[in-house]
Nanobody
Framework: QVQLVESGGGLVQAGGSLRLSCAAS????????MGWFRQAPGKEREFVAA????????YYQNSVKGRFTISRDDAKNTVYLQMNSLKFEDTAVYYC?????????????????WGQGTQVTVSS
């Protein structure tokens, strides 16, 4: 069993930055790909970013490319999402999740453990 806890969300002005963290307990994240998703009010959950188990391949939704960076520190059992140049449309609850091995990183159904989410609000 894996427990994932996100932190680092908050209220920020457009153009600002936040760094989200996803800390795992129970079992190590080592050997698993990890992803970040988000869900805005009235919208479906959408893929934001993912990183492979080695940490040498990353994937991003087009709207966040060049602004967001996903990284991992397996020694700390933590995954990060650095978010720069935030926009109003980035406002959402952000979730981290552990990906099932061998599955496509872009689809939420391919993740087996999820955190409870952290709210990011960007004021325009």
């Amino acid at each position: 069993q894996v427990q994932l806890v996100e932190s680092g969300g908050g209220l920020v002005q457009a153009g600002g930055s936040l760094r989200l963290s996803c800390a795992a307990s129970g079992r190590t994240l080592s050997g698993y790909g990890m992803g970040w998703f988000r869900q805005a009010p009235g919208k479906e959950r959408e893929f934001v970013a993912a990183i492979n188990w080695k940490g040498d391949s990353t994937y991003y939704q087009n709207s966040v490319k060049g602004r967001f960076t996903i990284s991992r520190d397996d020694a700390k059992n933590t995954v990060y999402l650095q978010m720069n140049s935030l926009k109003f449309e980035d406002t959402a609850v952000y979730y981290c999740a552990r990906k099932r091995s061998g599955y496509n990183a872009y689809y939420s159904e391919n993740y087996d453990y999820w955190g409870q989410g952290t709210q990011v609000t960007v004021s325009s």
